[in-house]
């Protein structure tokens, strides 16, 4: 069923483009590029293509900047795709709340991503590929799990991690490594790093996220042999 949500119905969190777009002159200004041209110029270099007219109205706060767009902006002026230095002012707290499901739910219709990633023309693979993107953007908590270099060739180890970053330098207290022998022991592994980190995370987040972490690595339980 499909679900559609006005713009501007009550209650209902919006992307703040007034603020995304004053900020973002204000730091284009601030960071050298006073010509709009410029700027236009700084973020072709990376590969983005955006026309001045489309440049003004982001600006003004007359269109919803894309993700390709906001990612190069940040990469351009602050050297990160994911800094949060202009987009942590225009993003509602629902939209961060990871308690808060319904919040989340509408944020996906309003955008279509529940319609795409449901999209019954794409493949198998491709909409195993969408759902783990989905879960993981959906992630509040930002977890994730992954085969690591202690791996032999006998023998399985899983990371759990927190946080974003490089795992490489991540916070000890933020990581931790397990070895794997079956699907249970994900689970476990999972409930391990939680309980002994004192997350505060609703019983159904912490399925999620253990089904998640299940499907991810049952590929290379079954390369090993273990399942």
């Known amino acids: 069923m499909k679900v559609l949500i006005r713009e501007g119905e009550a209650n209902e969190p919006a992307f703040d483009r007034k603020m995304y777009g004053a900020l ?62 202009i987009t942590d002012s225009c993003i509602p707290e629902e939209w961060s709340s990871p308690e808060d499901s319904d919040a989340v739910m509408r944020v996906l219709r309003k955008g279509g991503v529940i319609q795409k990633y449901s999209d019954n023309s794409a493949s198998a693979s491709e909409r195993a590929r969408y759902y783990e993107e989905l879960l993981k953007s959906t992630n509040s908590y930002d977890f994730d799990v992954f085969p690591n270099n202690s791996c032999t060739k006998d023998d399985l180890f899983m990371t759990v991690r927190y946080g974003y970053g490089d795992p490489g330098m991540a916070d000890p207290d933020d990581i931790e490594s397990y070895q794997i022998t079956d699907l249970e022991d994900v689970e476990r592994s999972i409930l391990n790093f939680i309980k002994c980190r004192d997350f505060d995370i ?16 049952k590929p290379h339980l079954i390369e090993y042999g273990l399942i």
């Open 24 to 85: 973002l002159r204000h730091r284009r200004m601030e960071g050298g590029y006073k010509k709009v041209e410029d700027f236009i110029d700084a973020l072709l270099d990376i590969g983005l293509d955006i026309p001045k007219a489309t440049l003004y109205r982001i600006e003004r706060g007359d269109q919803e900047p894309a993700f390709a767009f906001i990612s190069a902006a940040n990469l351009v002026l602050f050297g990160d795709v994911h800094s949060g230095i």
């Open 202 to 217: 609703s019983g159904e987040e912490i399925d999620r996220l253990i089904k998640y972490g299940q499907r991810k690595m």
